[in-house]
């Protein structure tokens, strides 16, 4: 089995990602879903809407992104707003894995 070489700048994005859902479990139980689905639609739509040769974007979004996490990490945050857009994308999501499940169990 081979393993992915993965690029300094791909390193730092899924370094960001780890604090982000790490970040989620201080948060109050009641509202970890929203932070997770927050944290997994913001990186899912900045990850589509660059391309991976654009460095100079990717590495603003990682600089805008560690400024954020750094607020969200704050003890005083209990709560993020989740737009309709966000939930629509969710419920997408979840159909999508549905449909096509990566893992055929026979």
């Not at 790490?22 to 927050?38: C, G």
């Not at 913001?42 to 979004?61: C, K």
Request: with cysteine; hydrophobic share 30%; net charge positive.
């Amino acid at each position: 089995m081979s393993t992915l070489r993965r690029s300094g700048l791909q390193k730092d994005v899924l370094s960001i990602y780890r604090r982000a859902l790490r970040m989620v479990k201080t948060k109050p139980p009641s509202t970890q879903d929203k932070f997770s689905l927050y944290i997994r639609y913001t990186f899912r739509s900045n990850a589509s809407s660059v391309s991976p040769r654009d460095v100079s974007a990717i590495e603003h979004l990682m600089r805008k992104g560690k400024r954020q996490l750094e607020m969200y990490e704050h003890p005083s945050v209990k709560d993020c707003w989740v737009s309709e857009e966000m939930r629509n994308w969710e419920k997408h999501q979840a159909s999508k894995s549905k449909s096509n499940p990566q893992f055929k169990i026979n």
